[in-house]
């Protein structure tokens, strides 16, 4: 019998095997090419580090990676050890604390003997003397036995304020006998209900004779001249008993103050932030810090013993306690702080161990800079020149006779510097040479402007008034054109320019009468300051024109000089028309830019203002943008032009650059 191969199991074995083979294929060729990947990646950054870098970063994974790991493992055993200690520390700490505030209610529990032994007292809880809380008996009717009585009583208080005086923690002292009657020098009951029926009387009579802390007070009848709060007092009690029956015969209640608790664990810190809290066996705080890390400590967290350590999770921080309960009181002290908080002697150990490290660091720094010093040297001092000249600073740099690359790169830096300042020095000349050449230009413009209104003015007083004037007028013009040629010079002395507006004032009188008047105030002492020329006078004919001319009756114009701030404020006020909002918007803008305002306005607006942008173009080209004009009006109450011009008391020789206005402003502030 012939069995035939079936050819179908077989094909699928055969694809079978070469899908394990190209699978196989697929992983290693995604191997290879992530380690690849890898290599060049790691590769390129080595290369891209600066070479000091690399040498800095090889010695400190040498030598910095053991010493923090020894450091490491010192810390952690040092914090163990410490930990133990600290704990032991802490629990003594908390046992002091105790060991206080037994002390105190110990004190307090023998000063109620101490009055229960009086006689007096002892008449009193037998209700054999009335105290201030009750009304007179028949059997004391008489005066002597009243007298006698009073007497008795105001001993009592005398002996109740001796304790108070002696200890001055007791807030208050107060006495109650079974009657409901009380004796007490600082306390008083709120209402007129009994005594004997408050909770702190019946927990103290149904405990006859035992000294009960009571913890601090909680809607008690009772209060004190002073006011006391119930969370700044501890209360604590003792019922007075007979001798012989053993019946409760009253109570004797004491007001502690809570800083006399405060005091024994205030001072006691744990830690950085840690503290000690005082609670009572319900968990509720008898004191605490101002700023607690938890207000409530459950009962349920405390252990049955005396004492213990516990940790809690506390809005998000793991907090320790230890505490410690006292037999006396009832009372338990807490010692709480986070677990995370460094104590100081590790932290004394840890720094230690970052001095090491330090140290080691400081170490591998040095060396691989020097290492790395004389490769990088010149390269970073080539940079450091570079980027001076990026802040402006053109000066050579200093090299040192270096024939490599790196001092003939030197070299061509030097050169390309001294190249640029040629052609800064080159281009601001060009630059003050334009500049003289624009302020002549505006100079020249203003001489016709001003000669037409003046001969205009002669006209119309020759018309009016005849020839009579006409030699004065004359004359005034004389002086005026003689000022404002100046011999040529740009800069004339402050009197010299007062005189010239004198002159053109003096024209202007002539054609206006009583119209108009005018004012000069400029000290002697800054007369004999330098000023550009033709300053005052385009002010004060556009004051006269456009603002006298406009109102009715005669106009006022003052002209004042003074100093401010190291600077030279002439104004020019008037009271006339003035200005309208969006006039003086329009003006002041046109202000801010003088030379296109001049260029580009339009005849009517630079028609009426072409005087004042004269000027403010005059100061800007002269002495740069922190001087000009100040330009303020309101309609109806006239215009105020304020002229900031620097302090020269020298003629300059040239116009100045803005640098060096500034300059010779520093300098006369110094003078």
Known sequence: ??????????SSSA??????????????SRRTWRSVLGDRVRRLRLRNMPLRYQLMLLFLLFAIVPSVGMGVLVNWTVERVVERQVEGHTMQLIGK???ALNTKMENLQNMTYLIAFNPDVNAFMDEKLIGDGG????????????ESEQNRLYGMKQTLQGFTTLYPEIAGIVLVNSGGDYISNEMYPRTDQRLTREDWYQNAAAQPGIFTVLGQPQERNMTTHVRYKNDEIVSVVRSVTDETSGAVKGAVLIDLKLRSVSQAARNV????????????ANGQSVYKPEHPLIEHIPVSWFNAGESGTFTKQVDGETLLFMYQSSTFTGWRTVGVFPTKESISEVRQIQFYVVSFVFVVCLFGLSASLWFSRSIAQPIF??????????TGNLNAGRWSDRADEIGMLGSSFNRMLSRIRQLILLNELRERQKRDAEMRSLQEHIKPHFLYNTLDTIHWMARKEGADGVSDMVGALSRLFRIGLSKGQDYIPLHSELEHISSYLQIQQTRYR???????????????????????????ENAIYHGIKGRRGPGH???????????LHLTIQDDGAGMTKERLEEMLRLLDMPMESLESSSPEWTGKSYGMLNVQARLRLSFGGDYGILLDSRPGEGTCVTIVHPLMRELPAAPLPQNETRDHQDESKKE
């Open 1 to 10: 019998m012939i069995i035939m191969p079936n050819n179908q199991e077989s």
């Open 557 to 567: 114009i003052v002209i004042k000089g003074n100093l401010h701030q190291g600077r």
């Open 381 to 390: 001092r080539l940079m450091s020149y570079m980027r001076r000249a990026e």
């Open 269 to 280: 810190t744990l830690g950085k932030s840690g503290y000690v809290m005082v609670t009572d």
């Open 15 to 28: 694809n079978q095997s070469v899908n394990e083979h190209e699978a196989e294929n697929n992983v290693w």
């Open 97 to 99: 604390v105790n060991e």
């Open 135 to 146: 009304g007179r008996t028949e059997s004391s009717t008489t005066e002597g036995h009243s």
């Open 514 to 540: 009583d119209r108009l008047r005018c004012t000069v105030d400029v000290p002697d002492d800054l007369q004999n300051l330098y000023v550009l020329k033709l300053l005052l006078q385009p002010l004060v």
